[in-house]
């Protein structure tokens, strides 16, 4: 499934701050912070919209399994190649 062009963008945004980051932060420790703050970013999205208690364990499942098809279809190339920057 092709992603859509505005959608890629806007993860190129998200991998350029992780790029600059790194370059003073070493990639480990950026790698780190985006899994982090994407945790974040999400339990705070679920309760911002009334996510229930009964409802915690699906949305983890959810986006679990959301992060393991993302890292699955990037190391296979899916979205293009992953390539390991020069320097």
């Known amino acids: 499934m092709p992603y859509p062009a505005e ?3 806007l993860v190129d945004e998200f991998i350029d701050v ?11 420790e950026v790698s780190a912070a985006i899994l982090f703050a994407a945790g974040r970013y999400n ?7 009334n996510g229930q208690e009964q ?8 986006y679990v399994a959301e992060y393991r098809k993302a890292l699955t279809s990037n190391l296979e190339g ?3 190649p992953v390539v390991k920057p020069q320097g």
């Open 78 to 80: 899916v979205v293009g």
């Open 18 to 28: 992780a790029n600059r980051l790194a370059q003073e932060h070493g990639d480990g």
């Open 55 to 62: 409802d915690r364990e699906r949305a983890v499942d959810f």
């Open 43 to 49: 339990a705070f999205n679920f309760v911002s919209n």
């Open 7 to 9: 959608f890629l963008k």
